[in-house]
């Protein structure tokens, strides 16, 4: 299941939509090295946000991720600022595109329904929420966390909450073939939240797990959900509506 639009047009020009789609690609280009070694692993390792260790839950030397080229171990300085970097760092080329692309499609009517100082605190917001969520869950995880997904997740609440019956166009895949549909946005939102739901239960009989942090994209969504009634600005609510928008 992969959306590739909405039909729901815009206001205004989502330039923070733009902005933090473009931070996300320079991030990766400049300081990941485009997912090369050892830069990626490094960038990881510094700036990715492990909560044993900003918990203080695991003794100094102990490593903490192996992948790559480089070791990484705990005591090398990082601290709750990770908190917010790793939200602008990526795993792999898959992992950025995936996300960025859930960014536009979800991003540009959230913003539109907010405005863009609102809409740029709502997205940090809701990616310290998620991250917090993971740690709280799993405070001992030696696992760094990276990627924008959390973020985009509160993104997605949102956009759940603004947009319920607007129509969500998507790929489905269903081995080598795949088909075009399209289905009122809280099916398809529905539908991927109750994946991660899924996706925590692991976690939930303890299992330390790792490749994707179920628990953050849930958190950021809940979180996206409860803080659009706070972040959206009535004025251009009722803008849209009187242009006949969702």
Not at 226 to 244: E, K
Request: proline letters at 5%.
């Amino acid at each position: 299941m992969f959306p590739y639009k909405d039909d729901n047009p815009t206001l205004s020009t989502p330039v923070v939509t733009f902005l933090l789609i473009g931070l996300n690609v320079l991030v990766w280009i400049l300081v990941q090295g485009m997912g090369t070694e050892p830069r990626l692993s490094a960038s990881v390792c510094e700036l990715g946000f492990i909560p044993g260790e900003v918990l203080h839950r695991l003794a100094p030397g102990t490593l903490v991720s192996g992948s790559g080229q480089l070791d990484c171990v705990t005591g090398g300085g990082r601290s709750g600022a990770t908190l917010l970097t790793s939200m602008f760092l990526h795993g792999g080329w898959l992992h950025l595109i995936g996300n960025m692309w859930f960014m536009w499609v979800f991003g540009n009517n959230v913003e539109d329904s907010m405005g863009r100082v609102r809409f740029f605190m709502f997205y940090v917001v809701c990616g310290l929420i998620a991250a917090l969520t993971q740690a709280l869950v799993n405070p001992n995880s030696a696992i760094p966390m990276v990627g924008a997904s959390g973020a985009i997740s509160g993104v997605m609440g949102a956009y759940i909450v603004l947009y319920p019956r607007v129509r969500v166009h998507m790929f489905i895949f269903l081995g080598f073939i795949f088909f075009r549909t399209a289905v009122p946005a809280y099916l398809m939102l529905g539908y991927w939240f109750l994946l991660q739901i899924i996706g925590t239960l692991p976690q939930l009989a303890r299992e330390e797990g790792g490749g994707v942090a179920f628990w953050a994209h849930t958190g950021g969504f809940l979180a996206g959900i409860v803080l659009v009634n706070v972040f959206r600005n009535p004025r251009l609510v009722a803008l849209r509506r009187a242009h006949a928008l969702p």
